[in-house]
């Protein structure tokens, strides 16, 4: 069985809503709020060489799509197997992309052979995916922000509670974290 990874960049109230630019009103703030530390961003890299294949939500798609496939820092996850769940997209244009309708079908990806599955930025599917039972750890760089407002990772209502098992941690100079948790299931 695979292992589902949710990975994200989260100010530390919480907030994961557009970490590299977006809609949010302070859109882009891993980046211009923070000093830059390379050594924070080691867990993505390593991410990249370890996945064996990207899910992500329909929003996800529409801003990922158009940009990672000319990025080289992706070339990874440009090559691997990528997953949207969406009821509403029809024609994927990014290579190698398959649509998934359900979370039974995300499951069933997950009783498959292969690497770990990163869910990369999508909020709303990572609390449905832990809503269902699917997610088995979190890596979060937790950036010292607070935003006040906006998309969270963990839902404030009607959440089921998880506990979640602390199994790395660093700090960096910059005051960001890194805190990789597996689920207790």
Do not use: C
Request: glycine share 10%.
């Amino acid at each position: 069985m695979r292992s589902l990874i949710v990975t994200e960049f989260m100010s530390l109230d919480g907030v994961v809503d557009s970490p590299g630019g977006g809609s949010h009103p302070h859109a882009g703030w891993t980046f211009k709020d923070v000093e830059m530390d390379e050594a924070a961003y080691e867990i993505k890299g390593r991410e990249q060489q370890e996945a064996g294949a990207l899910l992500i939500g329909r929003v996800s798609y529409d801003e990922f799509a158009p940009v990672w496939p000319t990025m080289a820092e992706f070339a990874e996850y440009n090559a691997m197997p990528k997953y949207v769940v969406s009821t509403t997209l029809t024609d994927p244009q990014w290579h190698n992309t398959t649509v998934l309708r359900s979370l039974d079908e995300v499951a069933e990806l997950k009783r498959g052979e292969g690497g770990p599955i990163l869910v990369h930025g999508s909020a709303t599917l990572a609390q449905r995916l832990a809503a269902a039972g699917l997610v088995d750890r979190y890596h979060l760089l937790i950036f010292p922000l607070v935003l006040g407002g906006g998309r969270r990772l963990f839902a404030a209502d009607g959440a089921d509670k998880q506990k979640l098992v602390l199994v790395e941690h660093a700090t960096y100079g910059n005051g960001v974290q890194l805190a990789v948790y597996d689920v207790a299931h």
